[in-house]
């Protein structure tokens, strides 16, 4: 089971752009699917994206598709999640997850690793 660490969030204002980093310990990280999730104040923890193991494959929500990119680099041992024309609505704390199976998908009982979080703020 990898271990993940996020970073990369912080507060910036709406319509502003960052860019989350989910670094992976072990050697088999490139044989993950990989996701990013998210928890806002108050609510469940919701889907965000995922990319498979290769990269090539990636799914979004609707809510940040088209604004949010999800990449990852396996010699780095790192997947991404670049967030431009970010919202009031996007403040959460961010989380990476892991699929040690390679499958992936939106629901969040499919990841057995979990990174421990970054806030993400936006102010409007």
């Known amino acids: 089971q990898v271990q993940l660490v996020e970073s990369g969030g912080g507060l910036v204002q709406a319509g502003g752009s960052l860019r989350l980093s989910c670094a992976a310990s072990g050697r088999t990280f490139s044989t993950y699917a990989m996701a990013w999730f998210r928890q806002a104040p108050g609510k469940e923890r919701e889907f965000v994206a995922t990319i498979s193991r290769s990269g090539l494959n990636k799914s979004y929500a609707d809510s940040v598709k088209g604004r949010f990119t999800i990449s990852r680099d396996n010699a780095k041992n790192t997947v991404y999640l670049q967030m431009n024309s970010l919202k009031p609505e996007d403040t959460a704390v961010y989380y990476c997850?892991?699929?040690?199976?390679?499958?992936?998908?939106?629901?969040?009982?499919?990841?057995?690793?979990w990174g421990q979080g970054t806030q993400v703020t936006v102010s409007s």
């Open positions: 997850a892991g699929d040690r199976r390679g499958l992936g998908g939106r629901l969040e009982t499919l990841y057995e690793s």
